[in-house]
Nanobody, 124 residues
Framework: QVQLVESGGGLVQTGGSLRLSCAASGLTFSSNAMGWFRQAPGKEREFVAAVSWSGVMADYADSVKGRFTISRENAKNMVYLQMNSLKPEDTAVYYC?????????????????WGQGTQVTVSS
């Protein structure tokens, strides 16, 4: 049974930082591209960042480029999202997802497995 468990969310002031973690189990982690998505109230789920199976290649939404960094540790079955210079518009539930592919994708439908999400709230 595949499980993705996010942690690290919380309340932070504008300009602050948070580091999200996602622990994966029940899958061959190193064979999966990993992504982070977010969903704000009343909005569709949107792509934030993704990383290839090796961790060498990464992709970011324009809205977070230069502020967020995705990384992974295959030996620990972990993926991270370092979020700096947070803005109120970053407020959302953040989800990690796994896609059984060496490449990475921006579209949610490419991902087979999802975590339950962790809330990030940025106050102004």
């Amino acid at each position: 049974q595949v499980q993705l468990v996010e942690s690290g969310g919380g309340l932070v002031q504008t300009g602050g930082s948070l580091r999200l973690s996602c622990a994966a189990s029940g899958l061959t982690f190193s064979s999966n591209a990993m992504g982070w998505f977010r969903q704000a109230p009343g909005k569709e789920r949107e792509f934030v960042a993704a990383v290839s199976w090796s961790g060498v290649m990464a992709d970011y939404a324009d809205s977070v480029k230069g502020r967020f960094t995705i990384s992974r540790e295959n030996a620990k079955n972990m993926v991270y999202l370092q979020m700096n210079s947070l803005k109120p518009e970053d407020t959302a539930v953040y989800y990690c997802a796994a896609a059984p592919s060496v490449s990475y994708y921006r579209e949610p439908y490419e991902y087979d497995y999802w975590g339950q999400g962790t809330q990030v709230t940025v106050s102004s």
